[in-house]
C-alpha cells in the first residue's frame, strides 16, 4: 500500500473509493489496493481502507454490495470514551465469562449494510491476538466475540471495530428491539402512502380511460394526468426508494441484484410516463407504476414481518420477566429489582406469577405451565426440591424457592442464545439459492433487451410497456425466498414442541438421514441411575466405599454422578479429573484414585477382578496398587424408546447402538429394543471412527446423545440431537435439543424435516415454473404491466404462504 503519485484527470467526476461520495476537488489521498490506485475523499476513509488492506483484507471490496460510510473523524476522546467499558461491572452487562476464564461479549454495530461486511468483521477481528471467536449475526446487527481480556481489553475490541468504519454499542435487548420496531414503522409508512396513493391515482385512471373511449375535453385530461404526475411522483421517489437504493448501490460494485429489474421497471414507466404528460402525447401509465410499487411492497413486508415474527419471542425473551421480585432478608419480605438477585438467596412467587430465575422449591406445592419451553400446555405438578425455570407461569399455589443463578445462567437464556445461535450462519440451501438469483437476473436483464429490441420492430407503441412488464413479471423473489422461509417456518414448528433447532444446516441433513445411532446411559435410558449393590474388594467398608464414590461423581456431568446425588462425600480429594469415556481420577492424601470402566481403573490396580455378573452396571473403584469395590448401578428404560425405535426402522432408518458402557447391559437393552447392531463398550474416538466409516460408505448419520458427553460423536454427525437437562442446555454442541426430553421428538423432527425439504422442492418448482411460463405471456404482450406486479406479488406471497404450512 502506498499513496498514488498521480492525480486523477477528473476529480471532481471521482468516487471515494470506500464510502461512494465525491472526492472534493484538489483531494489526493488515493491508495493502492488491488493492484489500482484507489480515490479516497477524506484521512478517515483512507486510514480505514489501509487498515483493511494492509491487513491482507483486500477482497472485500470485491465481495461488499454497497459502500460503507464514511468513519467518523477520530481524535483521543472518541478512543477514551470506550476506556469505560473495561469496567468488571459495567461489562457485566453484555458480557459473560466462561469457565476457563474467556469472556464474551456482544456488541450492536451500525452501518452493517450486507454479507461482506460480515466477512470483514469476522476477518479483522479474528486475527487479533487473544480473540478466539468473532461472529457476525447480520440480521441483528451484532457481533458475538470470545476473547481473553488479560491478552485484549474490552475497549481495544470497540476502538477495533470504530477503525473498520462501524459504530460499536454494547448490544441490549431493548436497543436491538427499538432498532428493529423503527424499520417496521418506516416499511408501514412507506407501504401506506403506496394504498393511498394507488386509490387516487386508480381514481383518476378510470376517468382517463373513459375519455379515451367515451372523449374528454384535453384541458380535463391534462389536468387528470399533472395530478397523477404529482401523486405518483411522491409514491415512486418515497416508497419505492428502497427499490432503486438497494440497486444503485449493488450496481456501482457490479452486483446484479432482485430490486435491480423491478427499480428499472418503475422508473421506466414513471419516465414515460412523465414524458406523455409534458408533451401531451402518448398514454401515461402512473396508475401501473404505483399499483405494482404498492403491490410489490405488500408482498415484502408480509415476508418480512412472517420472517420476524417467531424470532422476536425469544429475543426479547427477558422483557417477559418481572423486574420486581419479593425476597426474604433478616425473616421479613421485601421488593428488590430482579437484577440484583444473587445465588441462595429465596424468593417468593405468587400464584399467577411468572418466575423471575431459575429456582429450587423449598416450601410450597403448586404447578407451573411450560409452554415456553415445550409446547405442552398442561402445567407441571411441583413441590419441595424440585426446580422452577425463569420464563414459566406459577398457576395454583404461592411458593418460596432459592435462587439458583442470575439469568444468564437460566435455562431461558440457554433457549435464547440456542436460537441465536441458529441465526448465526446461513445455510448452504440458502446460499445456493442466493447464486442462482444472481445469475438469474442476469438472464432476466438479457431476456428483456431482446424483448425491447424486437417489439420496437413489430409495434414501437407498445415495446415500453411490454417490456415493463418482462422486467417486473420475472423478478426471482420467489426463489430467494423458497429457502429461508421454510427453513424459518420449520424451526419456528419445532421450537413449539420442544425442540431447539440451533443449525438449520441439520435440517437438510436429518431429511437426508439413511442411519439413526442413538447412545445408551441417559438417552434410550433414563439416566436416573440409583445403587443396587456394593461388592468391597478389600477392607474399606461399604460406607466409606459411597462416600468416596460420592465426593468423586461430584465433579462429573455423567447420568451415573446422579447415583450418588443423596450421599455425603469423602473431604480431601483435589486434582479432580474428568476422562470422557472412561471415568474419573483424583488425589487424596498423595495416593491416587480412579472410579469408572474396568479398562481405566485396571491402569492403576492390574488386580481388580472381573465384574460380578452382567445384569447391573458395574463401576470399578480402585486405590493405587489396589482395587476397592465394584458398585452395581441399574437403569430403566425411557417408556417411549420402544415406539421411537419401532416408527424409526418402518421409517426406513438404519437403527443402530453406540454405547461406552462394556456391560451386557447395552445388548440386552438392544434386545429388548429391537435393534440388530450394537456397538457397546466403545471409547469417544472409537464411536467417532464407526460414525466415519459410515459417511465413507455413503451414508447420511443421525446421532442421539446426552449433548455433554457425547460431544465429539455429535459434532462429527452429519445431523445430531440432544436429550440433556435443563442447566446443560448451553454447553451442549447438538444440532437439535430435546428440551421435553421425550424421544418421540426425535421421529417428529426427522418427519418435520422431511416437509421442510419438500416444500422447499415445491417452491423450488413454482417459482422456476411461473418465471418459464410467465416471461414468455409477458414478452409476446399478454400481460399487462399492472397484472405482472400482482403475478410477482402473489407469487412471493404463495411461496410463504406455503412455507407456512410447516407450522402446523
Known sequence: MSPSTEAPEKNEAELCYHCGEQVPAGVKLAIDIGG????MCCPGCRAVAGLISSSGL???YQQRTAFN????????????????????????SFTTIDEDGLHNASLLLAGITCAACTWLIEQSMSRLPGVERALVNLQQSRLDIRFD??????SEIFVRVENLGYRPRPFQTSTARLQMAEEYRTELRRLAVA??????VGMFAIALHAGDIQGIEAGYQGLLRWVSLLVASFIVFYSARPFFSTAWRHLKVGTLVMDLPVALAIGLAWLASTWATVSGSGQVYFDSVVMFTFFLLLGRFLEHRVRQRHTLTWFDAESTLPGAVTTKCDALWVTVPRIQLQGGETVLVKAGATVPVDAQIVAGSSAVKEDT????HLPRAVTTGDTIYAGTVNVEAALQAKVLGSYRESRLAALQHSVELAQTKKPQL????????SWFVAGILLVTTLTAVVWSQLAPEQALWITLSVLVISCPCALALATPAALTSAASALRAHGVIVRGENALDSLSRATHLLFDKTGTLTEGSLAIADVRPLGDVGTQDILAIGAALQHYSSHPIARAFAGITGTTGFKDVNYRVGAGLEAHQNGGTYRMGSAQFCRQLAPDLPTAPDKLLYWVALCREGSPLAWIGLNDHTRGEAGDVITSAQQAGLQVELLSGDSSAQGPLLARSLGISTVNHGLTPQQKMAHVQQLQTKGAVVAMVGDGLNDAPVLSLADASFAVTGATDLARTQADFVIVGGDLHAVIDTWRKARQCRRIIGQNFTWALG???????????????PWAAAIGMSLSSLLVVANSLRLNR
Request: with cysteine; hydrophobic share 40%.
Open 58 to 60: 483486500g477482497n472485500f
Open 430 to 437: 440458502a446460499k445456493l439459492a442466493d447464486r442462482i438469483a
Open 770 to 784: 411461473y418465471n418459464i411460463c410467465a416471461i414468455p405471456l409477458a414478452a409476446m404482450g399478454f400481460i399487462p
Open 36 to 39: 489500482e490506485a484507489r480515490p
Open 373 to 376: 419451553f415445550n409446547g405442552e
Open 149 to 154: 481480556p488479560a491478552r485484549l481489553p474490552l
Open 69 to 92: 460510510e464514511r468513519p467518523q473523524q477520530q481524535d483521543s476522546t472518541t478512543l477514551e470514551q470506550y476506556l469505560i467499558y473495561n469496567d468488571p461491572e459495567l461489562a457485566a
Open 195 to 200: 394504498g393511498l396513493g394507488m386509490m387516487q
